[in-house]
Protein backbone atom coordinates (compact mmCIF):
# COMPACT_ATOMS: atom_id res chain seq x y z
CA UNK A 1 0.00 0.00 0.00
CA UNK A 2 0.85 3.22 -0.31
CA UNK A 3 3.99 4.87 1.99
CA UNK A 4 2.32 8.18 1.48
CA UNK A 5 -0.85 7.28 2.73
CA UNK A 6 0.71 5.34 5.65
CA UNK A 7 2.79 8.35 6.78
CA UNK A 8 -0.75 10.21 7.07
CA UNK A 9 -2.06 7.73 9.06
CA UNK A 10 0.40 7.61 11.74
CA UNK A 11 -0.21 11.31 12.34
CA UNK A 12 -2.15 11.92 15.53
CA UNK A 13 -5.58 13.24 15.20
CA UNK A 14 -6.44 16.06 17.64
CA UNK A 15 -8.30 13.04 20.03
CA UNK A 16 -4.82 10.90 20.18
CA UNK A 17 -3.30 14.39 20.67
CA UNK A 18 -5.96 14.71 23.71
CA UNK A 19 -5.51 11.27 25.04
CA UNK A 20 -1.45 11.39 25.26
CA UNK A 21 -1.57 15.07 26.88
CA UNK A 22 -4.29 14.53 29.78
CA UNK A 23 -4.41 10.40 29.71
CA UNK A 24 -8.27 10.41 29.70
CA UNK A 25 -10.36 7.68 29.70
CA UNK A 26 -12.06 7.77 25.76
CA UNK A 27 -14.74 10.68 25.47
CA UNK A 28 -17.95 8.68 24.80
CA UNK A 29 -20.05 11.48 23.41
CA UNK A 30 -17.38 11.69 20.07
CA UNK A 31 -19.04 7.55 19.54
CA UNK A 32 -22.91 7.75 21.39
CA UNK A 33 -25.71 9.27 22.74
CA UNK A 34 -27.10 6.44 24.77
CA UNK A 35 -26.22 5.15 28.12
CA UNK A 36 -24.96 1.81 27.04
CA UNK A 37 -21.67 2.21 25.25
CA UNK A 38 -23.42 1.54 22.14
CA UNK A 39 -21.29 2.95 18.72
CA UNK A 40 -23.79 5.32 16.58
CA UNK A 41 -23.08 4.87 12.64
CA UNK A 42 -24.76 8.95 13.14
CA UNK A 43 -22.03 9.87 14.76
CA UNK A 44 -19.66 9.16 11.86
CA UNK A 45 -21.98 8.83 8.35
CA UNK A 46 -23.56 10.66 6.74
CA UNK A 47 -27.31 9.96 6.23
CA UNK A 48 -26.90 9.39 2.60
CA UNK A 49 -23.91 7.36 3.01
CA UNK A 50 -24.13 3.59 3.10
CA UNK A 51 -20.00 3.12 4.29
CA UNK A 52 -17.05 4.48 5.74
CA UNK A 53 -13.55 4.17 6.92
CA UNK A 54 -12.13 5.64 10.06
CA UNK A 55 -8.97 5.35 11.82
CA UNK A 56 -9.39 3.46 15.17
CA UNK A 57 -8.03 5.95 18.12
CA UNK A 58 -4.33 4.54 19.51
CA UNK A 59 -2.66 4.51 22.77
CA UNK A 60 -5.76 3.97 25.14
CA UNK A 61 -7.64 1.15 26.15
CA UNK A 62 -10.87 1.18 24.31
CA UNK A 63 -13.69 -0.07 26.68
CA UNK A 64 -16.02 -3.08 25.87
CA UNK A 65 -18.98 -1.87 23.68
CA UNK A 66 -20.94 -2.76 20.65
CA UNK A 67 -22.53 -0.60 17.30
CA UNK A 68 -25.70 -0.74 16.03
CA UNK A 69 -23.88 -1.31 12.21
CA UNK A 70 -21.46 -4.00 10.85
CA UNK A 71 -18.03 -3.29 11.59
CA UNK A 72 -14.76 -4.60 9.84
CA UNK A 73 -11.35 -4.16 11.61
CA UNK A 74 -8.27 -4.18 9.12
CA UNK A 75 -5.11 -4.43 10.34
CA UNK A 76 -3.03 -2.25 8.33
CA UNK A 77 -0.27 -2.15 10.22
CA UNK A 78 1.28 -3.61 13.08
CA UNK A 79 -1.08 -5.85 15.11
CA UNK A 80 -4.53 -5.46 17.02
CA UNK A 81 -5.47 -7.16 20.72
CA UNK A 82 -9.55 -7.23 21.11
CA UNK A 83 -11.20 -9.35 23.57
CA UNK A 84 -14.38 -10.47 21.45
CA UNK A 85 -17.08 -11.69 23.08
CA UNK A 86 -15.31 -14.17 25.29
CA UNK A 87 -12.08 -14.66 23.67
CA UNK A 88 -8.76 -12.73 23.15
CA UNK A 89 -7.84 -12.24 19.60
CA UNK A 90 -4.75 -10.90 18.08
CA UNK A 91 -4.81 -9.85 14.44
CA UNK A 92 -1.61 -9.34 12.52
CA UNK A 93 -1.00 -6.98 9.70
CA UNK A 94 -3.50 -7.39 6.74
CA UNK A 95 -6.04 -9.79 8.78
CA UNK A 96 -9.78 -8.80 9.32
CA UNK A 97 -12.44 -9.07 11.94
CA UNK A 98 -16.47 -8.76 11.14
CA UNK A 99 -18.42 -7.66 13.66
CA UNK A 100 -22.28 -7.62 14.03
CA UNK A 101 -24.13 -5.64 15.86
CA UNK A 102 -24.58 -7.51 18.79
CA UNK A 103 -21.38 -8.77 19.26
CA UNK A 104 -19.30 -7.01 22.31
CA UNK A 105 -16.09 -6.17 22.08
CA UNK A 106 -13.24 -4.32 23.96
CA UNK A 107 -9.69 -3.22 22.44
CA UNK A 108 -6.60 -2.93 24.47
CA UNK A 109 -4.35 -0.03 23.17
CA UNK A 110 -2.56 0.20 20.05
CA UNK A 111 0.67 1.33 19.74
CA UNK A 112 1.60 4.18 17.18
CA UNK A 113 2.80 2.20 14.76
CA UNK A 114 -0.53 0.06 15.04
CA UNK A 115 -2.54 1.46 12.08
CA UNK A 116 -6.40 -0.27 12.25
CA UNK A 117 -8.91 1.00 9.97
CA UNK A 118 -12.23 0.15 10.94
CA UNK A 119 -15.15 0.07 8.43
CA UNK A 120 -18.44 1.39 9.17
CA UNK A 121 -20.82 -0.45 7.14
CA UNK A 122 -25.17 0.19 7.24
CA UNK A 123 -25.82 -3.61 7.26
CA UNK A 124 -28.79 -2.57 4.54
CA UNK A 125 -25.24 -1.81 2.30
CA UNK A 126 -25.11 -5.82 1.68
CA UNK A 127 -28.60 -6.69 0.63
CA UNK A 128 -27.43 -6.17 -2.93
CA UNK A 129 -24.86 -8.94 -2.58
CA UNK A 130 -27.61 -11.53 -2.36
CA UNK A 131 -28.15 -12.17 -5.78
CA UNK A 132 -24.08 -13.38 -6.34
CA UNK A 133 -23.57 -15.76 -3.01
CA UNK A 134 -24.81 -19.01 -2.61
CA UNK A 135 -27.00 -19.83 0.59
CA UNK A 136 -24.80 -22.47 2.12
CA UNK A 137 -21.57 -20.08 3.84
CA UNK A 138 -20.96 -18.67 6.61
CA UNK A 139 -20.82 -14.92 5.22
CA UNK A 140 -24.47 -15.36 3.86
CA UNK A 141 -25.77 -16.32 7.16
CA UNK A 142 -23.77 -13.37 8.89
CA UNK A 143 -25.34 -10.78 6.56
CA UNK A 144 -28.65 -11.84 6.88
CA UNK A 145 -28.48 -11.87 10.65
CA UNK A 146 -27.05 -8.30 10.79
CA UNK A 147 -29.58 -7.01 7.83
CA UNK A 148 -32.91 -8.11 9.62
CA UNK A 149 -31.68 -9.16 13.06
CA UNK A 150 -33.13 -12.72 13.38
CA UNK A 151 -31.50 -13.63 15.87
CA UNK A 152 -30.04 -11.75 18.78
CA UNK A 153 -26.43 -13.82 18.45
CA UNK A 154 -23.60 -11.76 18.63
CA UNK A 155 -21.12 -13.02 15.58
CA UNK A 156 -17.90 -12.18 14.29
CA UNK A 157 -15.54 -13.43 11.20
CA UNK A 158 -12.15 -13.76 11.62
CA UNK A 159 -10.17 -13.87 8.27
CA UNK A 160 -6.22 -14.45 8.13
CA UNK A 161 -6.12 -13.46 5.01
CA UNK A 162 -2.54 -11.46 5.06
CA UNK A 163 -0.90 -13.65 2.25
CA UNK A 164 -4.01 -13.58 -0.09
CA UNK A 165 -2.94 -11.21 -2.82
CA UNK A 166 -6.05 -10.47 -4.38
CA UNK A 167 -7.88 -9.46 -1.19
CA UNK A 168 -5.30 -6.76 -0.13
CA UNK A 169 -5.78 -5.55 -3.35
CA UNK A 170 -9.22 -5.19 -3.25
CA UNK A 171 -8.91 -3.71 0.46
CA UNK A 172 -6.35 -1.05 -0.80
CA UNK A 173 -9.10 -0.26 -3.48
CA UNK A 174 -11.74 0.14 -1.24
CA UNK A 175 -9.46 2.31 1.01
CA UNK A 176 -8.37 4.57 -1.52
CA UNK A 177 -11.61 4.94 -2.56
CA UNK A 178 -13.16 6.37 0.58
CA UNK A 179 -10.68 8.16 1.55
CA UNK A 180 -10.10 10.29 -1.69
CA UNK A 181 -13.34 10.05 -2.92
CA UNK A 182 -14.17 10.79 -6.36
CA UNK A 183 -17.90 11.54 -8.84
CA UNK A 184 -18.18 7.40 -8.78
CA UNK A 185 -16.71 6.92 -5.45
CA UNK A 186 -20.02 5.34 -3.74
CA UNK A 187 -21.12 3.01 -6.73
CA UNK A 188 -17.04 1.88 -7.20
CA UNK A 189 -16.79 1.05 -3.16
CA UNK A 190 -20.30 -0.94 -3.57
CA UNK A 191 -18.89 -3.33 -6.18
CA UNK A 192 -15.70 -3.71 -4.63
CA UNK A 193 -17.05 -4.25 -1.05
CA UNK A 194 -19.04 -6.91 -3.13
CA UNK A 195 -15.85 -8.58 -4.42
CA UNK A 196 -13.96 -8.76 -1.39
CA UNK A 197 -17.10 -10.75 -0.82
CA UNK A 198 -16.57 -13.48 -3.34
CA UNK A 199 -13.06 -13.40 -2.61
CA UNK A 200 -13.42 -14.04 1.06
CA UNK A 201 -16.09 -16.51 0.49
CA UNK A 202 -13.75 -18.10 -2.48
CA UNK A 203 -11.23 -18.30 0.37
CA UNK A 204 -13.37 -19.29 3.15
CA UNK A 205 -10.68 -21.94 4.60
CA UNK A 206 -9.22 -18.94 5.82
CA UNK A 207 -12.00 -18.32 8.73
CA UNK A 208 -9.96 -19.21 11.66
CA UNK A 209 -12.63 -17.97 14.19
CA UNK A 210 -16.33 -17.75 14.57
CA UNK A 211 -19.29 -17.38 16.75
CA UNK A 212 -22.52 -18.93 14.83
CA UNK A 213 -25.40 -20.43 16.80
CA UNK A 214 -27.89 -21.20 14.60
CA UNK A 215 -28.71 -23.21 11.13
CA UNK A 216 -27.35 -22.23 7.67
CA UNK A 217 -30.64 -20.29 6.62
CA UNK A 218 -31.16 -22.14 3.04
CA UNK A 219 -34.40 -21.08 2.60
CA UNK A 220 -34.00 -17.00 3.24
CA UNK A 221 -30.91 -16.47 1.38
CA UNK A 222 -32.74 -18.09 -1.76
CA UNK A 223 -35.98 -16.02 -1.17
CA UNK A 224 -34.10 -12.45 -0.75
CA UNK A 225 -32.28 -13.42 -4.03
CA UNK A 226 -35.64 -14.65 -5.78
CA UNK A 227 -36.57 -10.80 -4.47
CA UNK A 228 -33.72 -9.19 -6.07
CA UNK A 229 -33.93 -10.98 -9.36
CA UNK A 230 -37.89 -11.01 -9.95
CA UNK A 231 -38.37 -7.87 -7.86
CA UNK A 232 -40.83 -6.13 -10.99
CA UNK A 233 -43.28 -9.96 -11.20
CA UNK A 234 -42.35 -11.84 -8.01
CA UNK A 235 -44.90 -13.68 -6.16
CA UNK A 236 -44.78 -15.58 -2.89
CA UNK A 237 -46.59 -18.37 -4.28
CA UNK A 238 -44.30 -18.86 -7.32
CA UNK A 239 -41.04 -18.77 -4.91
CA UNK A 240 -43.01 -21.38 -2.88
CA UNK A 241 -42.94 -23.17 -5.91
CA UNK A 242 -39.39 -22.61 -6.25
CA UNK A 243 -38.62 -23.92 -3.60
CA UNK A 244 -40.96 -26.60 -2.91
CA UNK A 245 -42.11 -25.22 0.35
CA UNK A 246 -45.84 -24.51 1.74
CA UNK A 247 -46.61 -20.73 0.35
CA UNK A 248 -47.83 -19.96 4.29
CA UNK A 249 -45.10 -22.34 6.12
CA UNK A 250 -42.42 -20.06 4.11
CA UNK A 251 -44.69 -16.62 4.65
CA UNK A 252 -44.31 -17.83 8.15
CA UNK A 253 -40.84 -18.68 8.34
CA UNK A 254 -39.85 -15.25 5.76
CA UNK A 255 -41.67 -13.40 8.35
CA UNK A 256 -39.83 -14.98 11.99
CA UNK A 257 -36.44 -14.81 10.39
CA UNK A 258 -36.67 -10.62 8.92
CA UNK A 259 -39.49 -9.32 11.40
CA UNK A 260 -41.05 -8.26 7.35
CA UNK A 261 -43.69 -9.96 5.72
CA UNK A 262 -42.39 -11.26 1.78
CA UNK A 263 -44.83 -8.59 0.82
CA UNK A 264 -42.84 -5.85 3.06
CA UNK A 265 -39.51 -6.88 1.43
CA UNK A 266 -40.84 -7.00 -1.86
CA UNK A 267 -41.98 -3.67 -1.11
CA UNK A 268 -39.16 -1.82 -0.53
CA UNK A 269 -36.86 -3.94 -2.93
CA UNK A 270 -39.31 -2.29 -5.98
CA UNK A 271 -39.02 1.50 -3.50
CA UNK A 272 -35.47 1.02 -3.61
CA UNK A 273 -35.02 0.57 -7.30
CA UNK A 274 -37.96 3.23 -8.15
CA UNK A 275 -35.59 5.80 -6.17
CA UNK A 276 -32.56 4.83 -8.05
CA UNK A 277 -34.36 5.37 -11.33
CA UNK A 278 -35.72 8.60 -10.54
CA UNK A 279 -32.65 9.55 -9.54
CA UNK A 280 -30.99 8.38 -12.38
CA UNK A 281 -33.10 9.09 -15.60
CA UNK A 282 -35.40 11.20 -16.86
CA UNK A 283 -37.93 8.53 -17.27
CA UNK A 284 -42.14 9.17 -16.70
CA UNK A 285 -43.47 8.77 -13.44
CA UNK A 286 -46.04 6.15 -14.93
CA UNK A 287 -42.65 4.75 -16.73
CA UNK A 288 -41.12 4.24 -13.35
CA UNK A 289 -43.97 2.49 -11.49
CA UNK A 290 -44.45 -0.02 -14.01
CA UNK A 291 -40.62 -0.91 -14.24
CA UNK A 292 -40.29 -1.77 -10.59
CA UNK A 293 -43.93 -3.85 -10.99
CA UNK A 294 -46.52 -0.95 -10.01
CA UNK A 295 -49.56 -0.93 -12.84
CA UNK A 296 -51.60 0.97 -10.09
CA UNK A 297 -49.93 4.56 -10.43
CA UNK A 298 -52.21 5.54 -7.27
CA UNK A 299 -50.84 3.29 -4.72
CA UNK A 300 -47.32 4.00 -6.16
CA UNK A 301 -47.41 7.47 -5.55
CA UNK A 302 -49.17 6.53 -1.83
CA UNK A 303 -46.84 4.14 -0.82
CA UNK A 304 -43.56 6.27 -2.48
CA UNK A 305 -44.66 9.60 -0.22
CA UNK A 306 -45.01 6.61 2.64
CA UNK A 307 -42.01 5.98 2.42
CA UNK A 308 -39.72 8.89 1.30
CA UNK A 309 -41.58 12.08 2.70
CA UNK A 310 -42.16 13.22 -1.04
CA UNK A 311 -44.56 12.01 -4.38
CA UNK A 312 -42.13 10.45 -7.21
CA UNK A 313 -42.74 13.91 -8.68
CA UNK A 314 -41.78 16.03 -5.73
CA UNK A 315 -38.64 13.67 -4.96
CA UNK A 316 -37.25 14.08 -8.31
CA UNK A 317 -37.78 18.15 -8.35
CA UNK A 318 -36.53 18.19 -4.81
CA UNK A 319 -33.34 16.83 -6.20
CA UNK A 320 -33.07 18.99 -9.03
CA UNK A 321 -32.85 22.06 -6.92
CA UNK A 322 -30.09 20.68 -5.00
Known amino acids: MSINLLHELMEMTDEEQAILQSKNQVIRDIYTSQSNFIIE???FLPKEKMIMVRKHTRFIDFPKHKHNYIEINYVYHGSLTQKVGNETI?????ELLFLNQHIEHEIAACAKEDIILNFIIQPQFFEFIFTYLSSNNIISEFLINSIYNNTQNGQFLYFAVAEVDEIQEVLKKIILELMYPSFLSDSTSKLYMGLLLLNLIKHSDKITHTKEDSAQ???LVESLKYIEEHFQTASLYELAEKLH????ALSKYIK????????ELLQEKRLAKAKE???STDMAVTGVAEQVGYDNISYFYRIFKNKYGHTPKKYREHLSHQ
Open 256 to 263: KSTQFTFK
Open 90 to 94: TLQQG
Open 217 to 219: PYL
Open 277 to 279: ILE
Open 41 to 43: SEK
Open 245 to 248: QPHY
